[in-house]
């Protein structure tokens, strides 16, 4: 089913979408200080093709990296670059998913395409940081950190 949804997004306006997207990453790659923009627009190009069996997660949650002075000098790179992209791409683009979200919804066949436009609303917000992987990473991710959490939280001793 991921498949020919992959396919009829693409059809319908996905392609065309990843391609503005790509445009937008090498027109960042540039200049040396779009950078992070250019590698949140290419992540953002492969979730605008084929976004259907994929998930965005935070590349701190990949990592596992805690605070240290290199995670909070690129988390703040990070933020200045997100805010940049918000008030440029991000709202505008934002607004567009979100239109095409409604549109979609507004018939019952075209719920899921609706549900994609809703998802990459949120990640077109703040996309820097994000990396798109498939619903089964996304998941293994998330159990490996929960699974840290729980054996840090059995380490801690109580009174």
């Not at 290419?42 to 605070?67: C, L, N, T, W, Y």
């Not at 919804?105 to 990396?131: D, E, H, Y």
Request: with cysteine; glycine share 10%.
């Amino acid at each position: 089913m991921r498949f020919l949804g992959n396919v009829i997004w693409f059809v319908l306006g996905g392609g065309v979408i990843a391609l503005l997207w790509l445009i937008g990453a090498l027109a960042f790659a540039i200049s040396i200080i779009g950078l992070p923009l250019s590698r949140a627009a290419f992540e953002m190009a492969k979730m605008s093709a084929f976004p259907f069996g994929k998930e965005v997660v935070h590349v701190r949650e990949i990592d596992q990296k805690g605070v240290n002075v290199v995670t909070a000098t690129t988390g703040t790179i990070g933020f200045v670059a997100n805010v940049i992209w918000l008030f440029t791409f991000g709202l505008s683009l934002a607004l567009a998913y979100i239109l095409a979200g409604i549109l979609c919804c507004v018939t019952i066949v075209a719920i899921p395409f609706g549900i994609q436009a809703f998802k990459l609303a949120a990640i077109s917000l703040w996309p820097v940081g994000r990396r798109v992987v498939t619903k089964e990473m996304a998941q293994a991710i998330r159990i490996g950190n929960a699974q840290a959490q729980l054996s840090a939280a059995r380490g801690v001793t109580i009174g």
